[in-house]
Structure formats: C-alpha cells, structure tokens
C-alpha cells in the first residue's frame, strides 16, 4: 500500500511560480510511475502531468506545457510538479497519484491506483 502526502500549495499571483511535492511512502517508490491530476471547482479532475518510473520519460497535458516541469528524486521518495507562469485557469486542488503496476511502461493515458489528499494552489489575477 502506498501512502502520498502532497504539500506546497498556496495563494500566488499570476504569473508567479509554486514548487508541488509529493512525498510517497508503503511501497518501493522508484518502481512507480506518478502523476499529477487537479480538480477545478466545478469540474471534473483532470490529468496534468506523468513521470515514469525511471524518471527519463514525462508528458503533460496541452495546457501547461512549457511551463509545468515533473520531477523526481527516487532518493527521497519524492515527485515534484514546478509551475512557473500561473495562471487563474490553474486554480484547483493538485493530487499526486500513483499508478498500481511497479516497474511498467508509462503509457497514456496515465491510469492512477493511489491518490493523495490534495494540495490547493490558487492563482489570483
């Protein structure tokens, strides 16, 4: 079973920058690829970001290429989403997740197991 716990939402203006973390434990973290989904008020939760288990591949959703980076350090258990040039669009709550295989090929779409609580980042105009 694995646990994720993301931190490092917040308040920030457009056009600023938030580092997302994602601290994964209960499993053997670099045998997993790991994602990144938000869920805007009022919408459906949708895919932002992939990375997979070795860490040399990634994909994004059209929206934030160019400015979201997906990362990982297997060393600490931990993936991270860099956001530069936010957006108000951006708002919502940012969920890690997980997927269930260990050691697989990342594919899309990217097919989440275990899920984070959610962190909310919030991007005033």
């Known amino acids: 079973q694995v646990q994720l716990v993301e931190s490092g939402g917040g308040l920030v203006q457009a056009g600023g920058s938030l580092r997302l973390s994602c601290a994964a434990s209960?499993?053997?973290?670099?045998?997993?690829?790991m994602g990144w989904f938000r869920q805007a008020p009022g919408k459906e939760r949708e895919f932002v970001a992939a990375?997979?288990?070795?860490?040399?591949?990634?994909y994004y959703t059209d929206s934030v290429k160019g400015r979201f980076t997906i990362s990982r350090d297997n060393a600490k258990n931990t993936v991270y989403l860099q956001m530069i040039s936010l957006k108000p669009e951006d708002t919502a709550v940012y969920y890690c997740a997980a997927t269930r295989g260990t050691r697989v090929v990342l594919t899309t779409p990217f097919v989440p197991w275990y899920w984070g609580q959610g962190t909310q980042v919030t991007v005033s105009a």
């Open positions: 209960g499993g053997t973290f670099s045998y997993y690829n």
């Open positions: 990375i997979s288990w070795s860490g040399l591949t990634t």
